[in-house]
């Protein structure tokens, strides 16, 4: 076998695993195409290739020896740049943290390394994660890899950017609003907003807050069953943590899209604006389904419900370092923060009550259906120099946030949602379908999402 920078993750790591191209070679392969696309996309940051040297030949001898090896062995790996790599350099994409270096790893980077990965650096970041659209002023902005005059989405944003354009062969992130699920879709590749509880994080200032969640990033649905195998699994130090084993997730099984019970819906009923030629391409989905519906689930107050948690989670977090440092916060980020420090106990046990009630909605919809598909994001990728659309068909976007609802609405469900590729606009950017399943049906989904993708490669 014959291995590049685009072979699948699979294929490379049981091309280093049968000793058909080293670590070393493999890692040479992809600082290549490094060198070659991240000067004009500034997708993959801190990069240290000394180290990355060391790593590689570290994994070869380990090979050599007859060490049992993880299945994640001999792969080069850029961590996102909000999780903690110990002994790496870790902005958060803020000026404040432009000389951090963490003493220990966390959870998800554990896990991941343990898995025998490489690490060569870490892939750019928004400030704090804040917004879909990757812009810092410690590195700048992460462009589109199909049309570097476009964003690459946010807050994986250098994670989809480096996935696309081969700079690594897997990737991990995490999701608030959509930040893996938004970046997949503009970049072209499979980003993955898993169940609440299957992918544990650890350390969390609040383990009981829940908005957010890690999850994997691949070019295809397989290479992405195979790096949530690593991140998925019961840890002690994360009390929410979904049993089942993550080695469950490491092969699917072949599934008919055939009798599958489908609701579509590109808006859901009017609850956001959404770009025609996006809309054009959701709709095309109908077509690989024979038992459609335009259906959805109501979601009336999924926009109060993710609002009000997010603006409090910012606040509880980053309140006091806002107050300290004033000037050093991006505006649209300062306003979110801000915009905590007014709310009351009812305001937030309004919101999470709200929470339950869409959980319990989306239970009984799935009573009735398979899966939801409807689009990752509103738009198509928007030009690099806007921080955020200010308009869609015309009609005025009045924050950073409000393209966003067809990715955070979800969010606030708990349910599985992932992004595959389906189509492009036709000036040629990439446009995803979001599938959505019940929740703890991770499984299932992936199963869906490679059916799907099969049907359309």
Excluded at 47 to 64: K, N, P, S, T
Excluded at 290 to 295: G, Q
């Amino acid at each position: 076998m014959t291995v590049s920078v685009d072979s699948t993750a699979r294929d490379q790591a049981a091309a280093v695993r049968r000793r058909e191209i080293s670590a070393r070679e493999l890692l040479d392969l992809h600082l290549e195409r490094i060198a070659a696309r991240n000067p004009q996309l500034n997708a993959i940051v801190s990069l240290d290739e000394a180290r990355a040297r060391e790593g590689a030949a570290a994994a070869d001898a380990a090979l050599a020896s007859g060490a049992e090896v993880g299945p994640l062995h001999g792969l080069p790996f850029a961590f996102k740049d909000t999780h903690a790599v110990a002994g790496w350099s870790t902005t958060y994409g803020s000026p404040l943290y432009r000389d951090h270096v963490p003493e220990a790893d966390e959870l998800i980077v554990e896990r991941v390394r343990r898995a025998g990965v490489v690490t060569i650096g870490k892939t750019n970041v928004p400030e704090f994660a804040a917004g879909s659209h990757t812009f810092n002023t410690v590195f700048g902005t992460t462009l589109n890899p199909v049309d570097p005059t476009r964003s690459a989405g946010g807050s994986s944003g250098g994670a989809a950017c480096a996935l696309a354009s081969g700079m690594v062969p897997l990737a991990d992130g995490s999701d608030m609003g959509g930040s893996l699920r938004n970046p997949a879709s503009f970049c072209g590749v499979v980003g993955l907003r898993p169940s609440l509880g299957r992918v544990p994080e650890w350390p969390l200032y609040n383990q009981w807050e829940t908005t957010s969640v890690g999850g994997p990033m691949a070019r295809n649905v397989g290479d992405l069953a195979l790096l949530l195998s690593v991140l998925a699994g019961p840890d002690p130090r994360a009390p929410q943590a979904l049993r089942d084993p993550g080695a469950s997730f490491a092969s699917l099984l072949p599934l008919s899209l055939a009798g599958l019970r489908v609701a579509l819906s590109v808006d859901l009923g009017g609850a956001f604006e959404v770009d025609a030629e996006v809309a054009s391409v959701v709709s095309s989905a109908a077509t690989l389904f024979d038992r459609v519906t335009d259906a959805h689930p109501v979601l009336t107050e999924a926009d109060d419900t993710f609002r009000t948690l997010r603006a409090w989670h910012f606040q509880a977090k980053f309140g006091s370092l806002l107050a300290a440092n004033p000037d050093a916060f991006k505006a649209s980020l300062a306003d979110n923060i801000r915009a905590g420090e007014s709310l009351t106990g009812a305001d937030v046990a309004r919101a999470y009550h709200q929470r339950t009630v869409l959980a319990e909605r989306m239970r009984e919809f799935f009573e009735h259906h398979d899966v939801l598909v409807l689009p990752v994001s509103q738009v198509p990728p928007f030009p690099a120099d806007q921080e955020f659309p200010t308009e869609i068909n015309g009609r005025p976007m009045e924050s950073y946030l409000d393209w966003m609802r067809a990715a955070y609405f979800i969010t606030v469900t708990g349910c599985p949602a992932i992004s595959v590729p389906f189509g492009h606009t036709a000036s040629g950017l990439p446009v995803g379908i979001q599938l959505v399943a019940a929740h703890g049906r991770d499984r299932f989904l992936l199963e869906v999402a490679a059916a799907v993708e099969a049907a359309v490669s």
